[in-house]
């Protein structure tokens, strides 16, 4: 929120445009302290337009930069008909998240790991009632990097193709889970220019732990000649299913399958019930091919249930996400970082975009 925060202040007491008349005081100030030409030169950037502002103030907007409206008292008559003040301060608010996500350019800033981490989000996250090419075109506007979509959704994958290729926005994997047709969602990714299938090792409660682990191995180790053949990596993402619940027996697990097309999909959310985010970083080290983004809370967990742990924000929960960030670079990570949290609409997806920023310092 501090960095939402600055970005607007930055924004809104410093001119956009490097030609607008900043010396002026015979032009008229908002209570806020900056000036109605500064307004004028943000509303008429593409950052307002990409968040479709509507064309009555867009002809006031008009109306400012050509010096019509230059009294306080002319400026709050001509906005009380067309806006009232909170669609107004929704407007504003609209444009400080934009600014912070990088709305429309891709670009959110320049922080430690800016550069160093593409951020995605889950494919069926996106819940407006769009085309495929709309949604890719939503998220593309929202300054996120690529989607990764589940091989069990049920999607035209030309079209989704074409939606990528127009739209500029990559799929950068699948998402498999614990679906033992692995060679499948191989292909797919690699239909779809992706990099990777992430996959799930599921828990056999009933059965042998010894059995289930061997079992798993040869499932995956049947697909890695299709891994190597298509150049598609098989990430075995951490999960809650009891199994591989901490790093080094994931590590462990990955090595036996010698093979350089296998690694971790790991999780920051998901080990905090039992661990440190910070820890399987450290021990999982370069086996780390992409990030899934999330969060937990482990007071919440306590007080109100296991699964109400989830029930935060990025960033408001227990993940240590300084840590993160500093063993992520302790092992030069570059890469993918997907959010996996509810979706929703331009409003929530532009806000995970924001606490994604924030969090992983982009």
């Not at 490097?18 to 908002?30: H, K, W």
């Not at 959704?153 to 989704?160: L, N, S, T, V």
């Not at 053949?229 to 036996?256: C, Q, T, Y």
């Amino acid at each position: 929120m501090k960095r939402l925060f600055w970005s607007w202040y930055g924004l809104a007491f410093h001119s956009i445009n490097p030609t607008s008349e900043r010396g002026r005081s015979d032009l008229p100030r908002f209570r806020f302290g900056f000036r109605i030409s500064q307004v004028a030169n943000l509303i008429r950037s593409s950052i307002i337009r990409d968040l479709a502002v509507t064309e009555s103030c867009m002809c006031i907007v008009d109306r400012l930069c050509l010096g019509e409206m230059q009294s306080d008292k002319t400026w709050e008559n001509q906005m009380n008909k067309t806006l009232n003040r909170r669609a107004f301060l929704h407007t504003t608010a609209a444009v400080a998240a934009g600014v912070s996500v990088g709305i429309g350019t891709g670009a959110s800033g320049s922080g430690e790991l800016t550069g160093k981490i593409k951020k995605a989000v889950k494919y069926h996250m996106v819940t407006d009632d769009l085309s495929i090419h709309d949604k890719f075109l939503l998220l593309k506007d929202l300054g996120y990097d690529g989607v990764e979509p589940r091989t069990r959704d049920k999607f035209d994958r030309a079209e989704m193709l074409r939606a990528s290729e127009s739209t500029g926005l990559p799929i950068h994997g699948v998402i498999n889970s614990d679906d033992p047709d692995i060679k499948s969602a191989i292909e797919l990714a690699r239909y779809f220019g992706g990099s990777s299938v992430l996959v799930v090792v599921p828990i056999d409660a009933k059965g042998s732990y010894l059995a289930n682990y061997k079992e798993r191995q040869d499932i995956i180790r049947r697909a890695i000649p299709d891994a190597e053949k298509h150049g598609v990596k098989i990430l075995i993402e951490n999960v809650w299913a009891s199994f591989l619940i901490e790093p080094i027996s994931m590590a462990r697990f990955i090595d036996e399958l010698d093979s350089p097309m296998v690694g971790a999909y790991f999780d920051v959310g998901n080990n905090i019930r039992w661990g440190y985010a910070g820890h399987w970083i450290e021990v999982l080290g370069k086996r780390i091919g992409k990030l899934d983004i999330k969060e937990f809370d482990r007071t919440l967990q306590n007080t109100e249930g296991l699964r109400a742990g989830f029930n935060v924000e990025i960033g408001e929960g227990s993940v240590d996400w300084p840590r993160v960030r500093a063993e992520l670079k302790k092992i030069e990570y570059t890469g993918w970082a997907t959010a996996e949290v509810k979706g929703g609409g331009r409003e929530r997806l532009a806000d995970i975009a924001s606490r994604m920023n924030n969090v992983l310092d982009l």
